[in-house]
């Protein structure tokens, strides 16, 4: 079976950093959402991919690679154990383990609308993964399919900061200074 995917989806690669936890290095497709995420930032797209499994941060890398913002990118499952992802112009990276799919972070849990007093310490925002997310829009507004407003918030000052900005969701947990 062959599944359209949009690029979008593909660029939430840029949210993953952590090479040594595998099951976050990569984007996760399920239930018509994309997520990507490295522990302590967070990133999902609405997607109609009629799809669920996982794409790793390396396929993600080779098929973008090189690509012009017309290209057309698939996931191509020929049976169970076999998983290519292409791009339109034949460029094509083998899914190593295709039976091999970790479960989505579950997001909707980390933003608790409950105030918690667990920890009294100053808190700040790491600015360089904002940066990361900045990146991955600056990347997705290729076909100014992204509203330029985004908006920040967080229910209280220990909370995890939700940043939204059209179709795409984040999330930036704190750190102590």
């Not at 936890?21 to 997607?47: F, M, Q, Y």
């Not at 290209?71 to 998983?83: A, M, R, S």
């Not at 112009?89 to 579950?106: L, Q």
């Amino acid at each position: 079976m062959n599944y359209l995917i949009n690029r979008n989806v593909l660029f939430l690669h840029l949210l993953t950093s952590d090479e040594s936890r595998p099951n976050l290095n990569g984007v996760h497709v399920n239930a018509g959402k994309a997520i990507a995420s490295d522990g302590t930032l967070l990133g999902s797209v609405e997607c109609s991919l009629d799809w669920n499994g996982f794409l790793p941060t390396e396929a993600c890398k080779a098929v973008l690679n090189g690509a012009k913002k017309h290209h057309v990118f698939q996931v191509e499952q020929p049976d169970e154990n076999t998983l290519f992802l292409t791009r339109c112009d034949g460029v094509s990276f083998k899914i190593k383990d295709a039976k091999y799919a970790p479960t989505a972070p579950d997001f909707e849990s980390i933003m608790s609308k409950e105030p918690t007093n667990a920890l009294n310490c100053p808190v700040g925002i790491n600015l360089a993964l904002l940066t990361r997310i900045e990146g991955y829009l600056k990347k997705v507004r290729v076909n100014e399919d992204l509203p330029l407003g985004t908006s920040f918030s967080f229910s209280e000052p220990l909370s995890p900061i939700m940043i939204e900005c059209g179709p795409f969701k984040g999330i930036v947990m704190p750190c102590r200074l």
